[in-house]
């Protein structure tokens, strides 16, 4: 038999629950993320509802028959038995932090404004009591004060997880029908047994969204033309202070030839222009065949990384690899609205202010190792996690910068996704410690699990597999395919029920050819 737990949400100490009996009817994981999903019947207490809402987000621990932990996470919602059916109060209906995005009033038919996100409103006790539990909904174009009375009313609705109760006559379906014939024959009673929906850890990345600033910097707007490499402006500079410290490794501006040029333009990073030029690094040169008299977003890289230092104060140059020519030279966009009396040129003999003032358009991107970057995120949004350790680094790099609009689960699946060098794969899963874990996927022949036909899983050498030992995120070998390649299957998923045991969830998706 499973022995489930639950404890204090605030002290890590096991509840007493008195006359009340735990019994577990399905558990299951996933081999990214490790515990996913299950469900524990509460008997004994189910006529008292409001004792059972105080088990809300509390940690759940289920051990095997050795005692050992096999799965662990949280009570997301608790259903009881009520007269007129069953009362459930759920997490997942709950959010104590809103904000709403939308577009400012357009000023005509058929054109959008821009988008705006109201600042968040927030239920402090109902975070407190918990953790932070974020939504953002979206209105089209309207007034900040429509958003902002949106947001408010829905934090007012949804603030704190509240009962609504299922009509009987609406619990159809195979899974009721038989959960409810189980109690009956196991218990007696259906009226006294309460039920508990539990979520493993790795879940509760959904509960927030991701922003992180470092990565990116720029200014996008703006259409004012410079132009660069004519004799009273050969080069042009613009300060800027970094926004964070982070590796700086392409540069975008919105650039454009004016006539034939045949030389280059080359785009510097610069610590200073007076007294004299310092340059940090420069960009591969631009050649003029690969710019047209159009302006756009042009990329220039650089040579190597440069580790910007927070709250740096660096400069943004532009230049003509040959001589000023006034017929023949390229443009840079620019606003004249963003001007802080700092934009230069060079005239050659002095920097001079441009007039008007302007401020450079451009944009600044970095790139980070994938699993450095989800040390990162599982260090911000995993609110419940003790901590993140990388046991293998993916030696994958992707962009820093995150905006903000998608929440943690959805970022960390992505870079998961985008696995370690050499293709292979990498997975995250939190450990019965609330550390999260990001290593890669063990090599396929390091298989000593054995499937057979029905999903069951075994070692090698016959011993039944123990929920203890890890049930999911390594290779098995197909029953009666032992020695042979094609019988190799990556155990992705795994369930267990008291009728059923143990069974494991693989498919084609899983077969090693498949990630070639």
Same mark, same amino acid.
């Given at each position: 038999?499973?022995?489930?737990?639950?404890? !204090?949400?605030?002290?890590?100490?096991?509840?007493?629950?008195?006359?009340?009996?735990?019994?577990?009817?399905?558990? =299951?994981?996933?081999?990214?993320?490790?515990?996913?999903?299950?469900?524990?019947?509460?008997?004994?207490?189910?006529?008292?509802?409001?004792?059972?809402?105080?088990?809300?987000?509390?940690?759940?621990?289920?051990?095997?028959?050795?005692?050992?932990?096999?799965?662990?996470?949280?009570?997301?919602?608790?259903?009881?038995?009520?007269?007129?059916?069953?009362?459930?109060?759920?997490?997942?209906?709950?959010?104590?932090? @809103?904000?709403? =995005?939308?577009?400012?009033?357009?000023?005509?038919?058929?054109?959008?404004?821009?988008?705006?996100?109201?600042?968040?409103?927030?239920?402090?006790? $109902?975070?407190?009591?918990? *953790?932070? #539990? &974020?939504?953002?909904? /979206?209105?089209?174009?309207?007034?900040?004060?429509?958003?902002?009375?949106?947001?408010?009313?829905?934090?007012?609705?949804?603030?704190?997880?509240?009962?609504?109760?299922?009509?009987? $006559?609406?619990?159809?379906?195979?899974?009721?029908?038989?959960?409810?014939?189980?109690?009956?024959?196991?218990?007696?009673?259906?009226?006294?047994?309460?039920?508990?929906?539990?979520?493993?850890?790795?879940?509760?990345?959904?509960?927030?969204?991701?922003?992180? %600033?470092?990565?990116?910097?720029?200014?996008?707007?703006? *259409? %004012?033309?410079?132009?660069? *490499?004519?004799?009273?402006?050969?080069?042009?500079?613009?300060?800027?202070?970094?926004?964070?410290?982070?590796?700086?490794? !392409?540069?975008?501006?919105?650039?454009?030839?004016?006539?034939?040029?045949?030389?280059?333009? @080359?785009?510097?990073?610069?610590?200073?222009?007076?007294?004299?030029?310092?340059?940090?690094?420069?960009?591969?040169?631009?050649?003029?065949?690969?710019?047209?008299?159009?302006?756009?977003?042009? #990329?220039?890289?650089?040579?190597?990384?440069?580790?910007?230092?927070?709250?740096?104060?660096?400069?943004?140059?532009?230049?003509?690899?040959?001589?000023?020519?006034?017929?023949?030279?390229?443009?840079?966009?620019?606003?004249?609205?963003?001007? /802080?009396?700092?934009? $230069?040129?060079?005239?050659?003999?002095?920097? @001079?202010?441009?007039?008007?003032? %302007?401020?450079?358009?451009?944009?600044?991107?970095?790139?980070?190792?994938? /699993?450095?970057?989800?040390?990162?995120?599982?260090?911000?949004?995993?609110?419940?996690?003790?901590?993140?350790?990388? #046991?293998?680094?993916?030696?994958? #790099?992707?962009?820093?910068? =995150?905006?903000?609009?998608?929440?943690?689960?959805?970022?960390?699946?992505?870079?998961?996704?985008?696995?370690?060098?050499?293709?292979?794969?990498?997975?995250?899963?939190?450990?019965?410690?609330?550390?999260?874990?990001?290593?890669?996927?063990?090599?396929?022949?390091?298989?000593?699990?054995?499937? !057979?036909?029905?999903?069951?899983?075994?070692?090698?050498?016959?011993?039944?597999?123990?929920?203890?030992?890890?049930?999911?995120?390594?290779?098995?070998?197909?029953?009666?395919?032992?020695?042979? %390649?094609?019988?190799?299957?990556?155990? &992705? $998923?795994?369930?267990?029920?008291?009728?059923?045991?143990?069974?494991?969830?693989?498919?084609?998706?899983?077969?090693?050819?498949?990630?070639?």
């Amino acid at each position: 038999m499973l022995h489930g737990t639950i404890e !204090d949400r605030v002290t890590g100490k096991p509840l007493f629950l008195p006359r009340a009996r735990l019994d577990v009817e399905r558990l =299951r994981w996933h081999s990214q993320g490790g515990p996913l999903d299950g469900v524990i019947a509460v008997e004994g207490v189910g006529q008292d509802p409001g004792r059972l809402a105080q088990l809300l987000r509390c940690p759940v621990r289920v051990a095997d028959p050795s005692g050992g932990p096999c799965w662990w996470g949280f009570v997301e919602a608790v259903e009881a038995p009520v007269p007129a059916g069953r009362a459930v109060i759920d997490l997942a209906e709950m959010a104590n932090r @809103v904000a709403v =995005r939308y577009r400012d009033e357009a000023p005509g038919l058929g054109l959008s404004g821009w988008q705006w996100t109201t600042a968040w409103a927030e239920d402090s006790a $109902s975070v407190a009591r918990y *953790g932070r #539990k &974020e939504r953002v909904l /979206s209105l089209p174009e309207a007034r900040p004060g429509e958003a902002e009375a949106l947001r408010d009313a829905t934090l007012a609705r949804v603030g704190w997880p509240r009962w609504k109760v299922e009509q009987k $006559s609406n619990r159809g379906g195979a899974e009721g029908a038989e959960n409810t014939q189980r109690f009956r024959e196991r218990r007696g009673s259906e009226g006294e047994i309460a039920r508990l929906r539990v979520r493993g850890w790795w879940h509760s990345l959904d509960w927030v969204y991701y922003a992180r %600033a470092e990565g990116w910097q720029g200014a996008l707007g703006g *259409g %004012a033309i410079q132009a660069v *490499g004519i004799p009273t402006a050969t080069r042009v500079a613009q300060p800027w202070v970094a926004n964070g410290a982070w590796p700086l490794k !392409d540069v975008w501006i919105k650039a454009a030839r004016m006539g034939n040029p045949t030389d280059e333009l @080359v785009v510097e990073l610069l610590s200073q222009i007076t007294p004299t030029v310092v340059v940090l690094a420069t960009c591969a040169g631009v050649p003029a065949s690969a710019l047209i008299g159009e302006l756009g977003w042009t #990329k220039c890289t650089l040579p190597a990384e440069y580790m910007l230092s927070a709250g740096g104060t660096y400069w943004l140059g532009a230049r003509r690899s040959g001589a000023a020519d006034a017929a023949n030279y390229y443009r840079v966009t620019v606003d004249e609205g963003l001007g /802080s009396g700092t934009f $230069s040129l060079w005239n050659g003999s002095a920097w @001079v202010a441009r007039a008007p003032d %302007a401020g450079l358009i451009y944009s600044l991107t970095g790139e980070e190792e994938t /699993s450095e970057q989800l040390r990162a995120l599982l260090t911000q949004a995993g609110q419940f996690l003790e901590g993140c350790r990388v #046991k293998d680094a993916s030696g994958v #790099k992707g962009r820093q910068y =995150r905006a903000g609009g998608r929440r943690a689960l959805a970022e960390a699946a992505e870079l998961l996704a985008m696995g370690a060098a050499g293709g292979a794969g990498l997975l995250g899963r939190v450990t019965a410690e609330r550390v999260a874990l990001i290593e890669q996927m063990p090599d396929p022949g390091s298989a000593d699990w054995v499937l !057979d036909g029905a999903g069951r899983l075994r070692w090698r050498d016959g011993r039944p597999l123990e929920l203890g030992e890890g049930v999911v995120g390594r290779w098995a070998r197909l029953e009666g395919m032992e020695s042979a %390649a094609a019988g190799l299957v990556w155990v &992705e $998923s795994a369930e267990w029920t008291p009728e059923q045991g143990l069974r494991a969830g693989w498919g084609r998706s899983a077969l090693w050819n498949r990630r070639d």
